[in-house]
């Protein structure tokens, strides 16, 4: 099976950074877009960033300029950069990616745990 693996998460002052990573394994053949989301208690979960095969990418509006996604395929691996952090990022963020299983098999969405951000003032 498909499974992500996300790391890199803890506790940061305002203005300081983090570097998140997200690793796939198990039967992964390719693997198409590549994202980011995060939830804060109470709340929805919602698109942070996102990256394409080609190393496309767009950004929420309130962090383009402070986060940068990237994606290393040979590591199967997804990572998002984040400076200048602010107590309003603070949230679990969870890796998401679309993985083709087989051979010419369909693209199917995978989640990751979850690693918790928290910013402080």
């Known amino acids: 099976q498909v499974q992500l693996v996300e790391s890199g998460g803890g506790l940061v002052q305002a203005g300081g950074s983090l570097r998140l990573s997200c690793v796939a394994s198990?039967?992964?053949?390719?693997?198409?877009?590549m994202n980011w989301y995060r939830q804060a208690p109470g709340k929805q979960r919602d698109l942070v960033a996102t990256i394409d095969s080609d190393g496309g990418t767009d950004y929420a509006v309130s962090v383009n300029g402070r986060f940068t996604i990237s994606r290393d395929n040979a590591k199967k691996t997804v990572y998002l950069q984040m400076n200048n952090l602010k107590p309003e990022d603070t949230a679990v963020y969870y890796c998401?990616?679309?993985?083709?299983?087989?051979?010419?098999?369909?693209?199917?969405?995978?989640w990751g745990q979850g690693t918790q951000v928290t910013v402080s003032s």
């Open positions: 198990g039967t992964v053949v390719s693997i198409d877009v």
């Open positions: 998401n990616a679309y993985v083709s299983p087989y051979f010419d098999y369909r693209y199917k969405p995978y």
